[in-house]
Structure formats: structure tokens, C-alpha cells
């Protein structure tokens, strides 16, 4: 069977045609290395179209996603060889994307290996996150966020936090000592999922799916801090 060099690198100007790299200068040294090994194996084509990594810079832990039309042994033995050559990887996730348009990841995922469960820290907490769950990219930026709002809140008795877009529960966790309850809410079902498994062990913590925009039902509580944290499109207006 006719083997292929899989390319990774940035388009060139007004095509589709990857100028290959070897290094990258904005992933780490670890993500490099991935990928130099990722383009030196020869292998059967298996329709490789993304290789998403996904890094905890703090316990240099990875998790990584193949982007992939179809589930084949040529993909498994590429995932296979990828996981046993970096102990750094905690797990490996197939997404099935056979779409022609610009998204990269699908909602179709498999998990295909795993050595521990993949999680992102932020203040010595550490957050589970499948791969479809949000994570800011801008580490720095993202520590200068989460503190700016946590200067802004101050601790008293009976206070109530109501966690709008929680995500993985990262504003929820970092504040979780500064509240007597908190009230999560995000429309990811596996969002959601995560925040539980992080926070099984904080009783005062209440993981909820649903959509935002349906507050008005949990408004009976007495609320005494709002935190709204939108995606890029925003609040549905109605």
C-alpha cells in the first residue's frame, strides 16, 4: 500500500496548500516534539486531517485528538505507536469529521486510550476536560482573568454564587472557598459531566445542564453574585 508523510504547518497565502514545519514557535517544546515524530512515520494514508493537542503546562500532560473520517487499523496503529511513545499523553480521542467545511472537531468522539483523566490546572486546582470543553488557550492571560474577579468578590456569610457558562467549572473552583453554595449552569452536557467528576468531594457545589437564558427558574434562591461568562456569539436574546 502506496505510505504517506502527513505535513503539519500553516497554509500559504490565499491556499490550501500546507507550508510543512518542523517547529513551531507558538506550541511548547513538547507539542513540537509530538509533531516531528508525527511527520518522520511512514504510514498507510488513513485520512489524518487534524491532530488536535491539548497541553497542562503545569503537570506537562497532554491530551490529543485525531481527526478522521472513518475509525480504520491504519488509524489505530498510528494512535497506538503515538501513545506508547509519549508517556506525557494522558489520552487519545478519535473525532469523526468527514464534513468539507471549516470546523475542525465534530461531536463525534471516541475515546481510544487513556492513562489518566486529562485536566487542565489553574491556581493549583485541577479541572477534568473532555475535548470539546472550552479551556482559554492564553494561559498568562487567563491567571490575570480568574484573579481580577476573585479581588472583586469578598467573603461574607450565606453568600450564593450563580455560575452562568460555567464550562468545566473553572470560576466555580477557583472561587468554591468564598461561597457557602454555588450554582453552575452550562447547555454542554459534557461540561457538565467534568465539573462533577472535579468537584464530587465539594458538597456546596451544584453542577446543573441547562441553558443559561432559563435563570428565571433558579431565581427563587437567594442569589447574591451573578458571574456571566457568554460564548463569542453571546446570550440568546430571547
Not at 63 to 75: T, W
Not at 78 to 85: P, R
Not at 152 to 173: A, N
Not at 204 to 210: A, T
Request: glycine share 4%.
Amino acid at each position: 500500500p502506496e505510505q504517506k508523510v502527513y505535513q503539519f504547518g500553516f497554509y500559504q497565502k490565499n491556499s490550501h496548500t500546507i507550508v510543512n514545519m518542523q517547529h513551531c514557535p507558538m506550541q511548547t517544546d513538547l507539542q513540537n516534539e509530538i509533531l516531528l515524530w508525527s511527520q518522520q512515520q511512514q504510514t498507510q494514508d488513513f485520512g489524518l486531517r487534524y491532530l488536535v493537542l491539548r497541553e497542562n503546562n503545569v503537570e506537562a500532560k497532554l491530551q490529543a485528538v485525531l481527526v478522521i473520517s472513518q475509525i480504520s487499523e491504519q488509524a489505530k496503529s498510528f494512535a497506538t505507536a503515538l501513545f506508547h511513545q509519549f508517556e506525557a499523553i494522558d489520552e487519545i480521542w478519535f473525532n469523526l469529521n468527514s464534513s468539507n467545511g471549516n470546523a475542525i472537531l465534530s461531536s463525534d468522539f471516541e475515546l481510544f486510550a487513556k492513562r489518566n483523566a486529562f485536566t487542565q490546572t489553574l491556581f493549583n486546582k485541577s479541572m477534568q476536560a473532555k475535548p470539546v470543553a472550552f479551556f482559554q488557550i492564553h494561559k498568562s492571560q487567563t491567571n490575570v482573568l480568574c484573579q481580577t474577579v476573585s479581588n472583586l468578590i469578598t467573603e461574607h456569610s450565606e453568600s450564593h454564587l450563580l455560575d452562568l457558562f460555567c464550562g468545566v467549572g473553572v470560576y466555580s473552583f477557583l472561587l468554591a472557598d468564598k461561597f457557602s453554595k454555588i450554582t453552575a449552569i452550562d447547555f454542554d452536557a459534557q461540561n457538565i459531566f467534568s465539573a462533577k467528576e472535579t468537584g464530587k468531594n465539594l458538597s456546596h457545589l451544584e453542577f446543573i445542564c441547562d441553558r443559561a437564558e432559563n435563570l428565571t427558574q433558579y431565581l427563587h434562591q437567594k442569589i447574591t453574585h451573578v458571574i456571566l461568562n457568554p460564548p463569542r456569539k453571546g446570550v440568546d436574546g430571547s
